[in-house]
């Protein structure tokens, strides 16, 4: 009986391969997010975004996130990830962050920068909520009365 041995490139390949589809598959799990005392970070596989304290604008809670087109990005299951564009600003350059674990939950929406928009949620929404009160208490605290 011959028996074929397969080469190490090809199982090393494969390894590497595997490993990939995992790590991708981990880093876009869930929101990654970072609260800093100056700024918020948040990641999500290959999609990161840091906004500055003093510039947002307007941190509310929506129901839905309008329709729009997606320029990159993914949807999987209750997830809604990538950078997306509104369709009645489809002449402008203006680009929407969504980073959204659960779908089904109510979304943070923060304006920043006068006219940039980010909708974000975390899997839990007593989570969500935590973070919204304190992204609220960071623009009132900003803000003169």
């Known amino acids: 009986m011959d028996s074929k041995k397969r080469h190490w490139f090809w199982n090393l390949i494969l390894v590497i391969t595997i490993v990939l589809c995992v790590s991708a598959l981990t880093v876009h799990y869930k929101n990654w997010i970072k609260t800093a005392p100056d700024y918020i970070r948040l990641l999500s596989g290959f999609y990161l975004e840091k906004v500055a304290y003093s510039d947002l604008d307007s941190v509310i809670f929506v ?83």
């Open 63 to 145: 129901e839905r996130i309008p329709p729009m087109i997606r320029l990159n990005g993914f949807s999987a299951l209750e997830k809604e990830k990538g950078i997306f564009q509104e369709f009645k600003d489809s002449l402008t350059d203006k680009q929407i962050h969504v980073f959204v674990d659960n779908i089904s939950q109510p979304k943070i929406k923060l304006v920043y920068k006068d006219s940039l928009k980010l909708y974000f949620n975390l899997k839990d929404s007593t989570e969500t909520i935590e973070l919204f009160n304190g992204l609220q208490e960071k623009l009132n605290i900003g803000r003169p009365n």
